[in-house]
T-cell receptor, first 116, second 109 residues
Framework: GAVVSQHPSRVICKSGTSVKIECRSL??????MFWYRQFPKKSLMLMAT?????????EQGVEKDKFLINHASLTLSTLTVTSAHPEDSSFYIC????????????FGPGTRLTVL | GQNIDQPTEMTATEGAIVQINCTYQ??????LFWYQQHAGEAPTFLSY??LDGLEEKGRFSSFLSRSKGYSYLLLKELQMKDSASYLC??????????WGAGTKLIIKP
């Protein structure tokens, strides 16, 4: 099946710094990529949806200036958490989809972000 | 509002059968997904239903009733590795995926 990679898998940073997370579809071209956040024992919370070459669509309550998303190509999307704070500590997961919304999303392995 | 309901946690015995239910109230319906998520890992796709009825795939089956806003995931011949969270997600009229909170399944020997 389709493979999505995420890098880094874990990151620890100091408060106030910025962190970039990469999401790549390795063996297919993703029409749409999604960024999720997941708190312990909670479900996935969609942060934003991005299509290659266009601006990301952010969900209500998600600060677009804090969570910068760039979808430069059909195989790469990046999420940058700017001026990170301890409350941004979470599990961030990306997913990629080809074509129709009825198609399954393929998930990356996730990035565990800890902000000290 | 949109809502997906699943039990928070279920316990079953190795070798047995378990049914995980999901009820939904969404603005429109364009299909329902089941995903499996092991602790600390990303979700993996299990099934997709858009028409009423039962879809069988090995030990796992998924059922949908659109008129009742109801689906279930049936796991047979449970194995210890089936211990995971099972997420129900519905594609709404805007083609957005609405996620349930997940059901944590604990398998006991």
């Amino acid at each position: 099946g389709a493979v999505v990679s995420q890098h880094p898998s874990r990151v620890i940073c100091k408060s106030g710094t910025s962190v970039k997370i990469e999401c790549r579809s390795l063996d297919f071209q993703a029409t749409t990529m999604f960024w999720y956040r997941q708190f312990p024992k909670k479900s996935l919370m969609l942060m934003a949806t991005s299509n290659e070459g266009s601006k990301a669509t952010y969900e209500q309550g998600v600060e677009k200036d804090k969570f910068l998303i760039n979808h430069a190509s059909l195989t790469l999307s990046t999420l940058t958490v700017t001026s990170a704070h301890p409350e941004d500590s979470s599990f961030y997961i990306c997913s990629a989809r080809v074509g129709d919304p009825y198609n399954e999303q393929f998930f990356g392995p996730g990035t565990r972000l800890t902000v000290l | 509002g949109q809502n997906i309901d699943q039990p928070t946690e279920m316990t079953a015995t190795e070798g047995a059968i378990v049914q995980i239910n999901c009820t939904y109230q969404t603005s429109g319906f364009n299909g329902l997904f089941w995903y499996q998520q092991h602790a600390g890992e990303a979700p993996t796709f299990l099934s997709y239903n858009v028409l009423d009825g039962l879809e069988e795939k090995g030990r796992f089956s998924s059922f949908l009733s659109r008129s009742k806003g109801y689906s279930y995931l049936l796991l047979k011949e449970l194995q210890m590795k089936d211990s995971a969270s099972y997420l129900c997600a519905v594609v709404d009229s805007n083609y957005q995926l609405i996620w349930g909170a997940g059901t944590k399944l604990i398998i006991k020997p």
